[in-house]
Each structure stands twice: as structure tokens, then as C-alpha cells.
């Protein structure tokens, strides 16, 4: 068996929008990976021996070092490839800020019209999923007043992708300057969603001609050096290695009184239904937590969360 202990392994379905911002964020740093096809819909029984319940799309692999969240993931990318950056200019902290937005309210409002447009016509098993992710335990109800709510929800759109266009219109070629960087991700994944999950998303963006051109020079980049791999090889490699060492430290300043060693639960912030994280803590400052977890199968594994948008419990 070939050593793919440390080579990128992303976990992620073709349809998916977010793994669409990792698949272009590994063509801006022109990387090879493997790509591993999990289910649209839960169960993901390979996925979640890995990541030890974290069922949300995508997850990147290394070895057996798992990536939860794109937020993370774009930051070890970045560490462990730091040429050519995601942050081309000085603005770093501002560009990680901007990322909050991008992948919240801004994401928050495409969703609702994309499957609010679509509302009845979803199949009940993936209304009921994405539902529960993006408007609650009253999902249903969501979904209807999203599809009634649709004129002004567009509305909304158009104030953010306007502001892009006017940005775009002095013929630079990416949103930061001559080079791709980490924001062109996270702007191009919503552009993606809704051109080919929208049935008005392309008229929608024919409005914006800067921003056109500037998506149709996003999508040349590609998404750098793809091959396949099978859910079992991607448990192999995890069993083959052994995860990266991580400074066992928690910061001076650590609001929430956690010691490494401590047994933690870590799960999204926002309740979607889903299965908490539990393992030791190895790891924890203000941009990433880390917990140490063992599976029969896949052996000893660190999983990594940002600490932006998840909440740990000490149990």
C-alpha cells in the first residue's frame, strides 16, 4: 500500500457549496489531493469514525490529523503550504474577520433563498436535513416563510453582491488584486451555489457583469491536482500514521477553564442535530481546539475544530 500519510485527503460530495470553497482554495495553492466521496445525507459511518461524530461537509484529512470546518481547514492549508498565500495583502486579520460574515449572515442568505425557492419541491429526507441545519428544530415552517419571504430575501442579496461589482469594476482581477486569495473562495462558493442550485441564480447574476468575469476567471483556476480514493483507504492511512504533535497548552487567558488532558465535548455552535465530538483535549488557544480520540479501526486520531463557531463542554 502506497504511504499517503501525508497527503490531503478531502472528504466532500460534488454537489456540495463549501467543499466547493476547499476544492478552489487547493486550486489557488495548486496542490495535489485525494478526494474521498462521502453520502449527501447522514448516516456517514466512515466519515464519522474518523472525525468521532462531526458529520458536516467538508473534512480534510491528513494522515490521522482531521480537519472539521472549512475555517480550519484554509488555516492548516495555509500553514503547512504557505506558498502562494491566501492573504496576498497586510490585511490578514481583517480578510479572517470579513471570513465570519462570508460564511454566516452572507451564506445564511443564500441558503434561505435556494431552498426557499425550491421549498416543496426538496426531497422530504434532504428538506428535513439542511432544514434542521439552517432554520431549526421548526424547519418546516422555516422553509415556508423563506419561499413567501423570497422577493425580499433577493433583495438582500443584491446590497453585498452589488458593493462586489463596484469593487470589481476598476478591472483588477481578484477580489484583493492580481492574485487569487482565500476571499475569492468564500465569495465564489455562494456565486457557485446559486448559479447551479438557483433556477433565477443566473439571471440573478447577469446584473453584475464585473462580478461575472471576475467568477468566470475564479473557475479557471480549477481546483489543482485531484484523485480518487475510497472511504476504506482514506481509514487505512489513517491507521497507517500517527497524528502530528500539537503543543499541549491552553493560553493564559482561556475563558472557559480548560486544561489539556481534560475529557471535552465539541460541537457546532448553532444546534443542528447532531452528535458532539468527545475525546481529550490536547490543544487549545483563541483559533483552533484540538481533541485526541482513538478508533479500533482507524487508530489514534487528533481532530481539530476552529474555536470561532463551536462550543466545547467539560464533562
Avoid at 496576498?88 to 426557499?116: E, H, N, Q
Avoid at 419571504?149 to 469594476?169: G, T
Avoid at 458532539?276 to 481532530?303: F, M, Q, Y
Amino acid at each position: 500500500m502506497p504511504d499517503n500519510s501525508s497527503e490531503i485527503i478531502l472528504h466532500n460530495y460534488p454537489q456540495s457549496p463549501v467543499a466547493e470553497k476547499i476544492r478552489v482554495s487547493l486550486g489557488i495553492k495548486g496542490l495535489d489531493w485525494h478526494s474521498v466521496e462521502i453520502p449527501r445525507l447522514p448516516p456517514k459511518p466512515m466519515l464519522t469514525q474518523l472525525t468521532g461524530g462531526y458529520r458536516r461537509t467538508p473534512v480534510m484529512q491528513i494522515g490521522s490529523d482531521i480537519y472539521c470546518d472549512s475555517l480550519c481547514i484554509i488555516s492548516e492549508l495555509e500553514r503547512r503550504f504557505p506558498s502562494p498565500t491566501f492573504y496576498p495583502t497586510k490585511d490578514a486579520g481583517l480578510i479572517w474577520c470579513l471570513s465570519r460574515w462570508t460564511d454566516g449572515a452572507f451564506f445564511d442568505l443564500v441558503v434561505k433563498v435556494v431552498l426557499g425557492s425550491a421549498n416543496d419541491e426538496l426531497p422530504e429526507d434532504f428538506a428535513a436535513d439542511r432544514g434542521r441545519l439552517y432554520f431549526g428544530a421548526d424547519w418546516a415552517e422555516g422553509l415556508k416563510k423563506a419561499n413567501a419571504a423570497l422577493p425580499h430575501l433577493v433583495s438582500q442579496l443584491r446590497a453585498p453582491f452589488w458593493a462586489l461589482d463596484e469593487m470589481l469594476s476598476d478591472q483588477r482581477k481578484f477580489l484583493l488584486g492580481e492574485a487569487p486569495a482565500a476571499i475569492d473562495a468564500q465569495i465564489f462558493y455562494m456565486v457557485w451555489f446559486m448559479r447551479g442550485r438557483w433556477n433565477r441564480g443566473p439571471e440573478f447574476l447577469s446584473q453584475f457583469s464585473n462580478l461575472v468575469k471576475w467568477e468566470e476567471r475564479t473557475k479557471e483556476i480549477g481546483h489543482g491536482n485531484m484523485a480518487e480514493m475510497s472511504p476504506q483507504e482514506a481509514i487505512d492511512t489513517a491507521a497507517n500514521s500517527e497524528p502530528l504533535m500539537v503543543e499541549a497548552t491552553v493560553d493564559e487567558f482561556e475563558p472557559q477553564g480548560l486544561k489539556t488532558g481534560m475529557k471535552v465535548s465539541v460541537s457546532p455552535d448553532v444546534d443542528g442535530g447532531e452528535q458532539p465530538v468527545e475525546g481529550t483535549l490536547a490543544h487549545a488557544d483563541t483559533r483552533r481546539i484540538t481533541v485526541s480520540r482513538k478508533d479500533r479501526e482507524a487508530g489514534n486520531l487528533n481532530v481539530h475544530f476552529p474555536r470561532a463557531g463551536y462550543r466545547i463542554d467539560i464533562l
